[in-house]
């Protein structure tokens, strides 16, 4: 394993230093190749299939496993679409002149080697791989068992496109060893490996970020809240709850908990419990909301839930000051949203509020790479530092400072 | 400790959103605390100096301890200073309209609560202290047990101007048990501490990386190079090796290894030999070099070694590859200098090197946040995620997405 790490690193020196050309070509070969060899891909998947059939894996699951003649083309596109991004490597970020005549420039350079970590879906394998590849890093993929047969032909398509353009093939790699073992030293490996970006369950993320050495960046649940308030407008209030909720209850952007300001709970819960009927939705009040609508009992356990389902937990709270303090206390930092015509109210909540979207009268659907307009994503970053919130290409690169003198001395 | 780390957690939602005006009149207070508590502080000190006489600590050690009137002027001066600095909370980092027409707003913010573990100089802990409390954050102190009174003194000085302004004084604290327990513990709290900046010896650092479960910026060892180019002006390569090396040897942007070409050996290390001998530098060299010049000679151990004192190894290099190889191998990625009048060399070197400085013809003592022109120092981190190199106020905040809506569903 260290020996294999070792050499991912000798390799990240090459590939940063690649030009944006040469990667924008090979990365437009290695979309053809899975195109050209979907067949293959699709045979190795079938193998995927019939071990998950044999352990009884959940139609979910089945189903994020399954590729098809139309995702495998999908995948191809989406690396198409990272060779279009413009090149995050070589911005200047700052750059300025001191007292003593030094030319600094704070320039974008890739992080160097990054372990990424995640489950079932292959399309991940592709998708990561190239925009590792477009941002100058060398990827350590580590992909879900269940998958295995999926990942290892996608990646085998991959390398072959590299060594046939005269570049190493370990710019992208499956970790050797992917038992729990294997993780385990990965994470350890802070001399060459820069950083671990774990996507997944809950437990998966704890044990890395609580056993790592080197620097992780999270992909951690999103417990979301909106908040209505006393002076919401009532129609943007239920269309927007009922689209956080409803729209796409399996994801980490979706509300979990409705906050309602207690002077609007009387107008408003009739006719949003008329629409979240209509969505089949799961309502569990607090003992105030259950006075106006006939619902289930929200507990404790709840508010901390992320249900990933179509179910709502009801809280009606006093002022603003309950609503921010009930997110501080049970939110996960993701993405919240107040529906307020006031000024000052959203003020206050957009500042106070400490998560990685606040959004005034807004969907926290919205919460995303591609709708924040920053092409591919690599995921949402539950992290504060570093990358927080939709983490694009850019965030795939940390930076350095070139300064030019003149013989300076100090 | 958690409880203590939960008032903490709370306290930070305050201090987040004061004004830079109470920022900065709290700040010129405690400055002038300082000064007017001056004989207070300096008495508490004596106690610390004293325990170090007992316990026999060396002079180096004794001399970091020691607070004169004068240094406690500095202290507050160093305050004043903060104050004057542009507030690093609520900048506009950047900001667009997405497709949906949100304008999105991405904006700096506090990071939280930050814990800090130090060790000797008790002037720590007031810039410390002054440049968390000016960027929002709530700071937790862990400075080391010979400055265990001084510490103390200062931090009650500061924390009764914080009860004078009406402030929760838990903005400011020490660490409530400094054992090392007390440490283990703290770098576990990941749901309360969101930032952990170590600054001490390698022991300290490694065994902080290992083990917090909190993210952690560095301060590591610099193990420093300077390479001269077959192409350099040799005027400059011996100036600035000598001030690279000689002007400060115990700090980390010190040089610890010279490179130097073939080519160039025979004509520059006879007066570079000369130049060092009148500063007293002790030379260990490679046999290629000690064909040359009659020094000691050098070993693998040495190109590991941050010296932190007046020695040097010294390595003969073949060509610009092999100079960026060794700093591959044996750099610790903070600063390194080429001395060269050939484009395409320094190009070359300054986009290879993986170092947090790269310098074409400049010393790299200069890596410093007050040589940057960023203002008072937060410290050099040898980190590459977040903040990296010399590290201003401005690493002290994170960001957040303010997105402002009309209704927009997804």
Same mark, same amino acid.
């Given at each position: 394993m260290q020996q294999f790490l070792v050499e991912a690193k000798k390799t990240s020196r090459h590939i940063s230093t690649l030009s944006g050309e040469v990667k924008n070509r090979v990365l437009n070969e290695m979309a053809d190749a899975i195109i050209e060899h979907c067949d293959y891909i699709i045979n190795h998947n079938e193998k995927d299939m019939e071990n998950g059939r044999v352990n009884n894996l959940d139609a979910a699951l089945m189903d994020r496993l399954l590729l098809t003649g139309e995702r495998v083309m999908g995948m191809a596109k989406a690396i198409k679409e990272i060779a279009t991004l413009k090149d995050p490597v070589g911005r200047t970020l700052e750059g300025w002149i001191t007292e003593d005549e030094l030319n600094i420039q704070k320039v974008s350079v890739p992080i160097g080697v990054i372990g990424i970590?995640?489950?079932? &879906?292959?399309?991940?394998?592709?998708?990561? =791989? =190239?925009?590792?590849?477009?941002?100058?890093?060398?990827?350590?993929?580590? @992909? @879900?068992?269940? =998958? #295995?047969?999926?990942?290892?032909?996608?990646?085998?398509?991959? &390398?072959?496109?590299?060594?046939?353009? @005269?570049?190493?093939?370990?710019?992208?790699?499956?970790?050797?060893?992917?038992?729990? #073992?294997?993780?385990?030293?990965?994470?350890?490996?802070?001399?060459?490996?820069?950083?671990?970006?774990?996507?997944?369950?809950?437990a998966l993320i704890k044990y890395i970020s609580k056993n790592s050495s080197v620097p992780v960046i999270k992909h951690d649940k999103g417990v979301c809240h909106t908040y209505i308030d006393k002076d919401a407008n009532h129609e943007k209030a239920i269309s927007i709850s009922i689209n956080a909720k409803c729209? &796409?209850?399996?994801?980490?952007?979706?509300? #979990?908990?409705?906050?309602?300001?207690?002077?609007? !709970? !009387?107008?408003?819960?009739?006719?949003?419990?008329? !629409?979240?009927?209509?969505?089949?939705?799961?309502? &569990? @009040?607090?003992?105030?909301?259950?006075?106006?609508?006939?619902?289930?009992c929200v507990s404790e356990n709840d508010y901390d839930t992320e249900y990933l389902a179509n179910i709502l937990s009801i809280k009606i709270v006093k002022d603003l000051d309950e609503a921010i303090g009930h997110i501080s206390k049970y939110g996960s930092g993701h993405s919240e949203a107040i529906i307020s015509e006031n000024y000052s109210s959203i003020t206050k909540f957009l500042n106070e509020v400490d998560s990685a979207c606040v959004y005034a009268n807004a969907s926290t659907r919205f919460t995303d790479g591609g709708a924040f307009g920053l092409g591919a994503e690599v995921g949402i970053s539950t992290n504060k530092l570093h990358s927080r919130g939709p983490m694009g290409i850019n965030d795939l690169t940390t930076f350095k400072f070139k300064i030019y003198g003149n013989g300076q001395i100090r």
């Open positions: 970590i995640y489950e079932s &879906r292959p399309n991940v394998t592709s998708d990561t =791989a =190239a925009l590792c590849f477009k941002s100058g890093n060398v990827c350590v993929l580590k @992909g @879900g068992k269940e =998958a #295995e047969h999926s990942n290892k032909a996608i990646a085998t398509i991959l &390398r072959n496109v590299l060594d046939n353009n @005269g570049l190493p093939q370990n710019a992208i790699s499956l970790l050797p060893d992917s038992s729990r #073992e294997g993780v385990a030293k990965l994470i350890k490996e802070d001399k060459y490996v820069d950083l671990i970006i774990p996507r997944g369950g809950e729209s &796409r209850p399996g994801v980490c952007n979706a509300m #979990e908990t409705l906050l309602i300001h207690k002077d609007v !709970a !009387a107008y408003i819960l009739p006719p949003l419990h008329e !629409a979240f009927m209509q969505n089949d939705t799961e309502l &569990r @009040g607090c003992s105030n909301t259950r006075e106006y609508i006939d619902i289930h």
